[in-house]
T-cell receptor, first 110, second 114 residues
Framework: GENVEQHPSTLSVQEGDSAVIKCTYS??????FPWYKQELGKGPQLIID?????GEKKDQRIAVTLNKTAKHFSLHITETQPEDSAVYFC?????????FGTGTSLTVIP | GAVVSQHPSRVICKSGTSVKIECRSL??????MFWYRQFPKQSLMLMAT?????????EQGVEKDKFLINHASLTLSTLTVTSAHPEDSSFYIC??????????FGPGTRLTVT
């Protein structure tokens, strides 16, 4: 089955700096790659996603890039703010099934 | 984005009793819903995939007789934890798939078994 690896597990950045989280996947048939933000005690919230026929997608301060050849995708957050502090999960989807990374705990230091 | 609700948000029950958790997709129809369990500071552990009108598919190691899942309509799935024990205490999260790709999560239910 699909295997998703996510790095780093923890990340601290100064407010205003950029943060990058990377994920790799193993199955080339994966065709949908969402990113979720989970705040403490809450369910994950879909923040951005990308399909396999697209290389990059941007929504205000967040962007996702996909390299199908290398089987990796990344989340980029620019101009980080304290409210960006949360756990971020990547996922890869095949045939409607989702495989999640292990999560990155992002701390934005004011 | 789409909205998925989950009820209750928090429940405390005594050992040996059963607890039902409801998951609803509020603004879209979901033929597929998922149930996850999450331990502190860990990733999401898929328990089962629920398809409307058919039996749920459970992941290996998940007791289907203990975690009863019913997906009776396109907007409602329920998880019943039967004969709950302290080791069942956890954060349970449902999600619903909005075709063709997206998956939206509920806010989660914190179950504490005393």
């Amino acid at each position: 089955g699909e295997n998703v690896e996510q790095h780093p597990s923890t990340l601290s950045v100064q407010e205003g700096d950029s943060a990058v989280i990377k994920c790799t996947y193993s199955d080339s048939a994966s065709n949908y790659f969402p990113w979720y933000k989970q705040e403490l005690g809450k369910g994950p919230q879909l923040i951005i996603d990308i399909r396999s026929n697209v290389g990059e997608k941007k929504d205000q301060r967040i962007a996702v890039t996909l390299n199908k050849t290398a089987k990796h995708f990344s989340l980029h957050i620019t101009e980080t703010q304290p409210e960006d502090s949360a756990v971020y999960f990547c996922a890869a989807s095949i045939g409607g099934q989702f495989y999640f990374g292990t999560g990155t705990s992002l701390t934005v230091i004011p | 984005g789409a909205v998925v609700s989950q009820h209750p948000s928090r429940v405390i029950c005594k050992s040996g009793t059963s607890v039902k958790i409801e998951c609803r997709s509020l603004d879209f129809q979901a033929t597929t819903m998922f149930w996850y369990r999450q331990f502190p500071k860990q990733s999401l552990m898929l328990m089962a995939t629920s398809n409307e009108g058919s039996k749920a598919t459970y992941e290996q190691g998940v007791e289907k007789d203990k975690f009863l899942i019913n997906h009776a309509s396109l907007t409602l799935s329920t998880l019943t934890v039967t004969s709950a024990h302290p080791e069942d205490s956890s954060f349970y999260i449902c999600s619903a798939r909005r075709p063709p790709y997206e998956q939206y999560f509920g806010p989660g239910t914190r179950l504490t078994v005393t």
